[in-house]
Structure formats: structure tokens, C-alpha cells
């Protein structure tokens, strides 16, 4: 007997689109603090992302558009000529859960702006498991940016999605592939909004998080001479640290003209710091800048299950999405 996921792959496959339903994540989201206008369906999907992996996408839809008819059924609308959406973007050497981004997709989509957030470190086989050997445990700021894209161009083949109002959310590294992609306009979307946290797009805020220039040009060096080196879970290849030098997003703010871009930082943040997020916002026309100060570091509570400052945090990257979409 078939199982689901065989039955799936079978129906994928005859629709010719290689897309790989998790396990676990499909249906309404209830678990999650919901505020707006719309009830919520999630979906989570395995994308073949063309490096030999596969990318573990969260889509979260407005559900009065989706009315629980399966991924690729036709004759999805709103009426409205589709969704906005916002694709999401983690931090390095952490994962699609990191800073309350599973909330956030949700509260968007209550809000009705469609999102999407993807795992950076790709499976290695479509299943959703604990199990470090199925990770690939490697990627860099191109795979970050070519997976966001992989997944957005998902969502418009799957959902009514509006691709003329997409905006783009990251923190920390994922702040800075948001720069990259909006300030680029990556993979011939058009982003016209954009929201960051603690984002680390200036030349020298990776540099400052490894552990300053010497420490850089070590780990740099030794990329070089063995194929990569070590750091946590991950392994950096050259190619790593070529991209980051070869590209400063401060330095290519004024291609996203007087598009809105919200950027918010801590006082008390250690990894990235204020001056940073500051010099990020800085380099657009039309920039508002959030400070807060907690002694959450890096965190700014987004990710905790109770706490004032995250639903203020939300709320405010909620309403930059829903104005300006």
C-alpha cells in the first residue's frame, strides 16, 4: 500500500513539479498568537534546490484565498489579484525557527500579506528529522538568496500571489541577503518594502562577529588550504567568505530608491551592533529606525512565548508589510 508521501510524490510528479510535502506542519494555524482579518493555512514543502538538497519551506496563506484545496489546484483568487507576500530570512547558523519566525509568518498572514520562511541548511533527503547527517550543513549568502527565490517562485505558481507587491524580512545575515536581494532586485523580483532586524550588511559586521580581521584571514586561510573550516554546525567554504567581501549592501542602497524599510536594533545587542543596523538603515532614502534596549542581546525576545516587546516588535513589522504592500 502507498503511503501519503508516495501518493504525493506520484501526484508531483505527474504535475511535473518536484516539490516534496514535510510531514508535519500542514493545515490551520491555532497554535499561534493570530491577530487580523484572516484565518491562516501553513503549509510546509521540501524544495529540490538544484545543489543535490533539498530546502524545507513554511508557507503561511490567508486562508479564505487557499479553502484548503491542495497545492497546485486551479482556480485559487482572492478577487483582488492575489496576496502580497513576504519572504523571511534566518540569521547565520540558525534555523527557519529562529526569531519568532514561525509567529511572525503567521501574524502576516493574519494580517492578509502571505509569507514564507525556509530552512538555510538544507536536507539532504525530503524528510524532516533531528538526524545531523541528514543536513547539509553549509551554505552561503548566494544559496541563502537562491533558496528565498526558490521558494517566492513556489508560492506564485501555488498560491494567488501578487508578485508586483512582495516585500523582504531578515535578521541578522538574514538581513543582510534581504539588503542583497532588494537592493538587486534578485532573481527578477521586485521587492517594495523591506524590514530588518539586527541586520549584518555593513563591510566589517561579519568580521566583528568572527572575531575581527585577523581571526578572519585565519579562518579564511584555512578554507583555503583544506575545502573549509569549522564554525559550529556549519562548514565555511572559500566561496563563503569571497562572497561576503565581494559585496558591501551599504554600499548599493540608493538602487532600492525611496521604497520604505523599516530596520530595528538593540542598544544592548553583542553580535550586531546598533551602529551597525544604524548604518544599514543609513544607506536607504526612506528608512525608520526602531531602538529598543533589552538584555535579550540579539534575541530582542522575538523568540520568547510571552513578552511585550516582541508583540510591539510584530506588531510593527506587521503593519510596515500591511501599508506598504
Same mark, same amino acid.
Given at each position: 500500500?502507498?503511503?501519503?508521501?508516495?501518493?504525493?510524490?506520484?501526484?508531483?510528479?505527474?504535475? /511535473?513539479? $518536484?516539490?516534496?510535502?514535510?510531514?508535519?506542519?500542514? #493545515? @490551520?494555524? +491555532?497554535?499561534?498568537?493570530?491577530?487580523?482579518? !484572516?484565518?491562516?493555512?501553513?503549509?510546509?514543502?521540501?524544495?529540490?534546490?538544484?545543489?543535490?538538497?533539498?530546502?524545507?519551506?513554511?508557507?503561511?496563506?490567508?486562508?479564505?484565498?487557499?479553502?484548503?484545496?491542495?497545492?497546485?489546484?486551479?482556480?485559487?483568487?482572492?478577487?483582488?489579484?492575489?496576496?502580497?507576500?513576504?519572504?523571511?530570512?534566518?540569521?547565520?547558523?540558525?534555523?527557519?525557527?529562529?526569531?519568532?519566525?514561525?509567529?511572525?509568518?503567521?501574524?502576516?498572514?493574519?494580517?492578509?500579506?502571505?509569507?514564507?520562511?525556509?530552512?538555510?541548511?538544507?536536507?539532504?533527503?525530503?524528510?524532516?528529522?533531528?538526524?545531523?547527517?541528514?543536513?547539509?550543513?553549509?551554505?552561503?549568502?548566494?544559496?541563502?538568496?537562491?533558496?528565498?527565490?526558490?521558494?517566492?517562485?513556489?508560492?506564485?505558481?501555488?498560491?494567488?500571489?501578487?508578485? /508586483?507587491? $512582495?516585500?523582504?524580512?531578515?535578521?541578522?545575515?538574514? #538581513? @543582510?541577503? +534581504?539588503?542583497?536581494?532588494?537592493?538587486?532586485? !534578485?532573481?527578477?523580483?521586485?521587492?517594495?518594502?523591506?524590514?530588518?532586524?539586527?541586520?549584518?550588511?555593513?563591510?566589517?559586521?561579519?568580521?566583528?562577529?568572527?572575531?575581527?580581521?585577523?581571526?578572519?584571514?585565519?579562518?579564511?586561510?584555512?578554507?583555503?588550504?583544506?575545502?573549509?573550516?569549522?564554525?559550529?554546525?556549519?562548514?565555511?567554504?572559500?566561496?563563503?567568505?569571497?562572497?561576503?567581501?565581494?559585496?558591501?549592501?551599504?554600499?548599493?542602497?540608493?538602487?532600492?530608491?525611496?521604497?520604505?524599510?523599516?530596520?530595528?536594533?538593540?542598544?544592548?545587542?553583542?553580535?550586531?551592533?546598533?551602529?551597525?543596523?544604524?548604518?544599514?538603515?543609513?544607506?536607504?532614502?526612506?528608512?525608520?529606525?526602531?531602538?529598543?534596549?533589552?538584555?535579550?542581546?540579539?534575541?530582542?525576545?522575538?523568540?520568547?512565548?510571552?513578552?511585550?516587546?516582541?508583540?510591539?516588535?510584530?506588531?510593527?513589522?506587521?503593519?510596515?508589510?500591511?501599508?506598504?504592500?
Amino acid at each position: 500500500m502507498r503511503t501519503v508521501f508516495q501518493k504525493r510524490l506520484v501526484l508531483l510528479v505527474l504535475l /511535473s513539479l $518536484l516539490v516534496f510535502p514535510a510531514f508535519a506542519g500542514c #493545515g @490551520r494555524a +491555532a497554535d499561534q498568537k493570530q491577530t487580523g482579518q !484572516y484565518q491562516v493555512h501553513t503549509e510546509m514543502v521540501f524544495l529540490e534546490n538544484g545543489r543535490g538538497s533539498y530546502t524545507l519551506a513554511e508557507f503561511a496563506i490567508p486562508e479564505d484565498s487557499y479553502e484548503g484545496r491542495p497545492a497546485g489546484a486551479e482556480g485559487l483568487t482572492t478577487g483582488t489579484g492575489g496576496w502580497p507576500m513576504v519572504a523571511v530570512a534566518h540569521g547565520f547558523t540558525g534555523t527557519m525557527d529562529s526569531g519568532g519566525a514561525a509567529e511572525l509568518i503567521r501574524r502576516l498572514a493574519a494580517a492578509g500579506v502571505a509569507a514564507v520562511r525556509v530552512d538555510f541548511d538544507a536536507y539532504l533527503t525530503p524528510e524532516k528529522n533531528d538526524d545531523p547527517s541528514n543536513r547539509a550543513c553549509e551554505y552561503t549568502l548566494q544559496d541563502m538568496e537562491d533558496d528565498l527565490t526558490l521558494a517566492l517562485r513556489y508560492a506564485c505558481s501555488h498560491y494567488p500571489i501578487d508578485e /508586483s507587491r $512582495l516585500g523582504i524580512y531578515g535578521r541578522s545575515m538574514g #538581513g @543582510r541577503v +534581504a539588503m542583497m536581494m532588494a537592493n538587486e532586485s !534578485y532573481g527578477g523580483f521586485s521587492y517594495q518594502a523591506m524590514a530588518l532586524v539586527a541586520p549584518a550588511g555593513n563591510s566589517q559586521a561579519m568580521i566583528y562577529f568572527m572575531g575581527g580581521q585577523k581571526r578572519w584571514e585565519e579562518m579564511k586561510k584555512q578554507a583555503a588550504e583544506d575545502g573549509f573550516v569549522q564554525y559550529r554546525q556549519l562548514r565555511l567554504r572559500p566561496d563563503w567568505f569571497t562572497q561576503f567581501e565581494a559585496y558591501d549592501p551599504c554600499a548599493h542602497g540608493n538602487s532600492f530608491g525611496a521604497r520604505p524599510v523599516l530596520v530595528i536594533c538593540n542598544t544592548e545587542d553583542y553580535v550586531v551592533t546598533d551602529e551597525t543596523s544604524r548604518q544599514c538603515a543609513a544607506a536607504y532614502e526612506n528608512s525608520q529606525v526602531i531602538e529598543v534596549t533589552t538584555d535579550d542581546g540579539h534575541g530582542y525576545e522575538m523568540s520568547r512565548k510571552k513578552s511585550d516587546l516582541k508583540d510591539k516588535l510584530m506588531d510593527q513589522i506587521v503593519s510596515h508589510f500591511a501599508e506598504n504592500l
